[in-house]
């Protein structure tokens, strides 16, 4: 069975400073992977998505990922936040069947990232 | 631009209402999908469609039903809100499978 935990609830950083949100997967094939963000009030919208290519994966806004197989991580990273970038982010990975990719996503249980002045 | 579109954006409900949630896609996608997100809450796939006259419960056990009678339309109802029913519902819609989801902007459902 497919499963993905983001590692934490809740992320502060100031401005200007890097972000790293984590996540981690279960997943009995290769995965697909993907990022997405959710700002206030808005629907949900894709960063970055890791399909078995390169695995540094670079995303929308300064954002990347690093598909690490050994660790079973794809943790998000940003060198420099954005008041901008405040929001809900989810880690999410695809279900497999068998080997057959199912089209239905799980997803994490979200990490809030608050971008402090 | 959006090419998949909810309506209602919010709405507010008494008990015991029928209710339908629209959801329209312009791509033609076969792939079409409902999620139910409650507030601080990872989302949760309750019906899917793999094309016109199929449809699937999801993991998540819910009361609500879907149809799909046209590719581009997979409407959710409702038949008797409940205050338990008060959550965000996404729809979404893909080409191949896992790749290339695209969201609605979501509904925002509270039973009163």
């Known amino acids: 069975a497919q499963s993905v935990t983001q590692l934490d609830s809740h992320v502060s950083v100031s401005e200007g400073t890097p972000v790293l949100l984590r996540c981690n997967y279960s997943?009995?094939?290769?995965?697909?992977l993907f990022w997405y963000v959710q700002h206030p009030n808005k629907g949900l919208q894709l960063l970055l998505k890791?399909?078995?290519?390169?695995?540094l994966v670079k995303g929308i806004n300064g954002f990347e990922a690093e598909f690490k197989k050994s660790e079973t991580s794809f943790h998000l990273t940003k060198p420099s936040a954005h008041m901008s970038d405040a929001a809900e982010y989810f880690c999410?990975?695809?279900?497999?069947?068998?080997?057959?990719?199912?089209?239905?996503?799980?997803f994490g249980q979200g990490t809030t990232l608050q971008v402090k002045p | 631009e959006a090419d998949i579109y909810q309506t209602p954006r919010y709405l507010v409900i008494g008990t015991g209402k029928k209710i339908t949630l629209e959801c329209s896609q312009t791509?033609?996608?076969?792939?079409m999908y409902w999620y139910q997100q409650d507030p601080g809450m990872e989302l949760h796939l309750i019906h899917y469609?793999?094309?016109?006259?199929?449809?699937e419960k999801g993991d998540l056990s819910s009361e609500s039903t879907v149809s799909r009678i046209r590719t581009e339309h997979f409407p959710l109802t409702l038949e008797s809100a409940r205050p338990s029913h008060t959550s965000q519902y996404l729809c979404?819609?893909?080409?191949?499978?896992?790749?290339?989801?695209?969201f609605g902007s979501g509904t925002r459902l509270t039973v009163v």
């Open positions: 979404a819609s893909s080409e191949y499978g896992g790749y290339g989801y695209t």
């Open positions: 791509m033609g996608h076969d792939k």
């Open positions: 890791y399909t078995s290519a390169a695995t």
């Open positions: 997943s009995s094939y290769s995965p697909s």
């Open positions: 999410v990975v695809t279900t497999t069947q068998g080997s057959s990719n199912t089209g239905k996503l799980i």
């Open positions: 469609s793999y094309g016109v006259n199929s449809t």
